[in-house]
Nanobody, 124 residues
Framework: QVQVVESGGGLVQAGGSLRLSCTVFGLTFDNLAMGWFRQAPGKEREGVSYINWSGEITAYADSVKGRFTISRDNAKNTLYLQMNSLKPEDTAMYYC?????????????????WGQGTQVSVSS
């Protein structure tokens, strides 16, 4: 049975930091490219960051470039998102997912096996 479990969200002041984690069960994690997405109320789900199976290739949305860092530990079946210099506009539910498609890393339809999400709230 496949399970994707995110954690690490919370309430933080602007300028603060959080580290999100995503652990995958039931899949061969070190074969998987992974992504982080976020969705704010009333907005579409948007791609935040991507990492290939080995961690050698990463990508970021322009809005988080230079502030967020994606990484993975294949021995722990875990994906991370280090978020620094957080802004109120980063407030959203954050999801991780395994990529099974080949179109665009930021396209949610390229991904399967989504977690339930972890809430990030940034106060001004």
């Amino acid at each position: 049975q496949v399970q994707v479990v995110e954690s690490g969200g919370g309430l933080v002041q602007a300028g603060g930091s959080l580290r999100l984690s995503c652990t995958v069960f039931g899949l061969t994690f070190d074969n998987l490219a992974m992504g982080w997405f976020r969705q704010a109320p009333g907005k579409e789900r948007e791609g935040v960051s991507y990492i290939n199976w080995s961690g050698e290739i990463t990508a970021y949305a322009d809005s988080v470039k230079g502030r967020f860092t994606i990484s993975r530990d294949n021995a722990k079946n875990t994906l991370y998102l280090q978020m620094n210099s957080l802004k109120p506009e980063d407030t959203a539910m954050y999801y991780c997912a395994a990529r099974t498609g080949y179109r665009n890393w930021y396209d949610a339809s390229d991904y399967n096996y989504w977690g339930q999400g972890t809430q990030v709230s940034v106060s001004s």
